[in-house]
């Protein structure tokens, strides 16, 4: 069995579920780790460097995963593309829509493969709640609606375990309702169009703290997201959502335990008990691998990423700027121009 040689690059808060998951597969090995705090990147992994530069440069690896703030992304997939290796990299993908174009871009002119980790379509709540729609157990879909809700986000120091989404001036869509968007996508298909409305409640931070999306997909189909981090959800559980999809044979239910209602009868339950919501970092970074080693495409490929899931957070800012809905293939056709141009 061919083991798999990893970088890490950052070891904050999130990376930390990466680190377990990836210590769990018999075929990878995170041989070296790197932070601007070398005791993080020390506990991390046996060799430690406080840069990726210095980390790239003195070790053979066959992929990296970078876990760091989405401001640093361009700069580590261009020293990643550069070196030939794999890369999976956490979402957000980047601060705007032309520098995360511009990502894919180098990375393609390496020929290096590219994935997003957007763990969410990966909850496996959500692969259930795909198989019974698409086997028909609902009917057709008639609407949908994610309600995410978690409370963090009150008082005067909120968000204490990632301090930094404080200042972050695109906050609850780009960081948390980016998941539901690519989750939408993954069960119903391409996303033509999208109305956002939002609001910042806690004025302590820079971003909004309380978003509202009307999404249209290309099959007609409309749905809803709603997100905030005032409140708890009615059931606590691995899920922070409580989700509803129905169709004209019916509705089916996801708890904020990660069940799945149809009417009064529950028909599945999250027997997960390793890991982060229902293993889903886990699931997320094993496909990684699978795809590397079988050649088979990433079901989050990076520039299917960015043109069918960051391309509506950007059209959804879009909106919340113009007060309109916005076609999401607008934000492709301008991207493409700003980099021509």
Not at 45 to 55: C, I, K, N, V
Not at 75 to 90: E, M, P, V
Not at 320 to 335: G, P
Request: glycine residues 8%; proline residues 3%.
């Amino acid at each position: 069995m061919k083991i798999l040689k990893g970088g890490l690059i950052g070891c904050g808060f999130f990376s930390q579920h990466h680190l377990e998951a990836w210590r769990r597969m018999p075929n990878v090995q995170i041989v070296a780790a790197c932070d601007p705090s070398i005791e993080k990147a020390s506990a991390a992994a046996q060799r430690a460097y406080a840069s990726a530069e210095e980390m790239l440069n003195a070790e053979h690896l066959d992929f990296v995963d970078i876990v760091t703030r989405s401001t640093e992304h361009l700069d580590l997939i261009s020293l990643a593309a550069a070196k030939g290796l794999a890369i999976i990299c956490q979402k957000p993908m980047a601060p705007d829509f032309v520098t995360a174009r511009r990502m894919v871009e180098i990375a393609e002119s390496h020929r290096v493969r590219f994935m997003i980790h957007d763990n969410w379509r990966w909850q496996p709540w959500y692969r259930a709640a795909r198989t019974i729609i698409a086997r028909g157990d609902i009917g057709t879909p008639v609407s949908f609606g994610f309600r995410c809700r978690w409370k963090d986000g009150l008082g005067d120091e909120p968000y204490p375990k990632q301090s930094y989404f404080r200042y972050l001036r695109r906050f609850m869509i780009d960081e948390t309702l980016v998941h539901h968007i690519d989750t939408a996508r993954f069960i119903f298909g391409d996303i033509l169009s999208v109305y956002a409305e939002t609001v910042r409640r806690n004025h302590r931070i820079a971003g909004e703290d309380h978003a509202l999306l009307t999404i249209r997909h290309g099959n007609g189909l409309i749905g809803w997201i709603d997100g905030h981090s005032f409140a708890d959800q009615e059931e606590s559980g691995p899920s922070l959502d409580e989700t509803t999809f129905d169709g004209e044979l019916g509705s089916i239910r996801i708890t904020g335990r990660g069940e799945i209602w149809f009417g009064k009868e529950k028909i599945w339950t999250d027997n997960f008990t390793n890991g982060y919501r229902g293993d889903s970092v886990y699931a997320a970074q094993a496909h990684f691998v699978d795809c590397l080693e079988t050649g088979r495409p990433f079901e989050s490929e990076a520039r299917e990423y960015l043109e069918k899931t960051f391309s509506v957070v950007e059209a959804a800012y879009e909106s919340v700027s113009s007060r309109r809905s916005v076609d999401v293939a607008s934000i492709n056709i301008c991207a493409a121009h700003q980099t021509d141009g």
